[in-house]
């Protein structure tokens, strides 16, 4: 793979895809993660005299202007880190942009609108991403993927801008690539994969692939619950798409004896409150009109011990609610093992990067904290990414 190493930029027009798909709160930066994962790319690109333009989405504002989603706070934070100024036009290709590109010196930093406020980004059409990524790519003279939590998109600033003009990686998606790698060939075994979090359609399809590669695959937080559901337990009021159960069930049938494991005993409650009362109890015995906020913890023990054992463990998704204290426990304990262990321990994900910021630990404690949670899971299953795919090869 190529990256700025190889590559002259001085003078030159860069334009940067970061992934920096950060969560807000009351339009400012809650965690700047992923802002902080694009500083190495952009900090090289300035100081060695680059014109640097960064684009990037946040959210999914459905492909029209939609100030909520705007990168405003985005590129202060990023002004802030970086310790200089970053140009904000407001939009992507239209007039601003271009004027403040034309203005842009060596080591200057242009940031363009959420590109998913122009439909093209996201099109299933070909003709029309295409269409955009011209655009996009006009101004600059070179391209720079270093957004790795998006690459597993086929979206325009992606995958087509990269296919018309010189693309090299950048230094995040390098160390992404080099982390994950170790986890699709020569495998330290055994390999323990925890899946959980709210978001269970973007990730159901990863364990077809996963009963094959790892050997314990461990479920909490929502993706749990199609899973108990289909070995015919009640779940009570918990959260999850009743049309997953089948695919649960078949994933169940195929998987060895054993090999998915999941919550024995769960954190339950009325409602997704931290005030609400709380209490544990067996897997079997979810009360009708309560849901399941967190593991409980028998099965937290269960997990650690599993991931205590490992060679190599890959992380995704919180095992309960754990913005809210009294659902924290079972996310805190699987940390706790991955940072205990002997173990290669990689964390996936936006969301999964987050919990364990937010809960005090120390990223430099895991093996990689990867920024990219779909685009990882992909990448683990040993599917082709295509912002990847596009890019020149060395
Ligand atoms: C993410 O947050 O996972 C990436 O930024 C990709 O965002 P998306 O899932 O909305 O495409
Ligand atoms: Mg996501």
Redesign the pocket.
């Known amino acids: 793979m190529k990256t700025i190493g190889d590559v002259a930029v001085e003078g030159r027009c860069v334009l940067v895809r970061a992934?920096l798909?950060v969560p807000l709160d009351n339009g400012r930066v809650a965690d700047d993660g992923r802002i902080r994962a694009s500083l190495p790319t952009l900090t090289e690109l300035t100081g060695r005299g680059a014109r640097v333009v960064v684009c990037a989405?946040l959210?999914?504002p459905g492909g029209h202007e939609d100030l909520r989603y705007s990168l405003t706070p985005v590129a202060a934070r990023l002004a802030q880190l970086l310790g200089r100024e970053v140009s904000f036009p407001g939009d992507i290709t239209g007039q601003a942009a271009r004027a403040a590109i034309a203005a842009a010196g060596p080591g200057d930093v242009v940031m363009l609108e959420n590109l998913r406020f122009n439909q093209a980004e996201t099109s299933k059409d070909d003709m029309s991403r295409g269409y955009f990524a011209d655009e996009l790519a006009s101004p600059a003279d070179l391209y720079v993927a270093d957004?790795f939590?998006?690459m597993h998109?086929r979206h325009a600033s992606v995958y087509d801008v990269p296919l018309r003009m010189i693309s090299v990686a950048g230094y995040l998606v390098q160390a992404e690539v080099a982390a994950l790698r170790r986890l699709t060939a020569e495998i330290r075994r055994p390999y323990v994969v925890v899946l959980g979090g709210a978001t269970v359609a973007?990730k159901f399809d990863a364990f077809g692939s996963l009963i094959a590669r790892a050997d314990r695959i461990l479920v909490g937080g929502a993706m749990a619950f199609p899973f108990l559901a289909a070995r015919g337990l009640k779940t009570g009021t918990s959260l999850f798409e009743a049309s997953q159960v089948d695919a649960a069930a078949r994933y169940l049938e195929r998987a060895a004896p054993g090999q998915i494991e999941l919550p024995s005993d769960l954190v339950v409650a009325p409602g997704m409150t931290a005030g609400a009362p709380h209490q544990v109890v067996p897997a079997d015995a979810i009360p009708a009109d309560q849901m399941g906020l967190d593991i409980g913890p028998e099965s937290a023990a269960r997990f650690a011990a599993a991931i205590g054992a490992a060679g190599t463990v890959f992380w995704n998704g919180p095992m309960g609610v754990f913005e809210l204290a009294p659902y924290a426990a079972g996310t805190e304990a699987v940390g706790q093992a991955m940072t205990s262990g002997g173990a290669f321990t990689v964390v996936g994900?936006?969301d999964t990067g987050a919990a364990i910021r937010a809960l005090g630990f120390d990223e430099k404690t895991f093996g990689h904290v990867s920024t990219?949670?779909?685009?990882s899971l992909e990448f683990i299953q040993g599917r082709t990414l295509p912002g990847l795919a596009a890019l020149d090869a060395s």
Do not use: V
Not at 372 to 375: K, M, N, P, T
């Open positions: 992934d798909n989405h959210g999914r957004g939590g998006a998109r973007d994900g936006g990219g949670g779909g685009a």
